[in-house]
Nanobody
Framework: QVQLVESGGGLVQAGGSLRLSCAAS????????MGWYRQVPGKQRDMVAV???????NYGDSVKGRFTISRDNAKTTLYLQMNSLKPEDTAVYYC????????????WGQGTQVTVSS
């Protein structure tokens, strides 16, 4: 059974950095995309960054130039380097993996809280 476990969240001051990790337990075959999403209470879950199987990256407008998505060669760990953090980046961050034979919407982690203080 596939599980995604995020780590690296926490409290940081504005302008600081955090690095999130998402480790997959259980092999996921035929990955289409791996990505990070975030959600604040009462709002929809938004895309932060996505990387395709071929390595193409896509970022949400609000994080371009500040966040960097990457993964290990085995595609078992996903990372999100977050620099120049702003209070509006405060959210629960979720890892997502979409695979051909996986569930609709992909696999999701349990989320990790990121809080940026002003």
């Amino acid at each position: 059974q596939v599980q995604l476990v995020e780590s690296g969240g926490g409290l940081v001051q504005a302008g600081g950095s955090l690095r999130l990790s998402c480790a997959a337990s259980g092999r996921i075959f035929n990955i289409i995309t791996m990505g990070w999403y975030r959600q604040v209470p009462g709002k929809q879950r938004d895309m932060v960054a996505v990387i395709t199987n071929g390595g193409t990256t896509n970022y949400g407008d609000s994080v371009k130039g500040r966040f960097t998505i990457s993964r290990d060669n085995a595609k078992t760990t996903l990372y999100l380097q977050m620099n120049s953090l702003k209070p509006e980046d405060t959210a629960v961050y979720y890892c997502n993996v979409v695979a051909i034979a996986g569930p609709r919407g992909g696999y999701w982690g349990q989320g990790t809280q990121v809080t940026v203080s002003s």
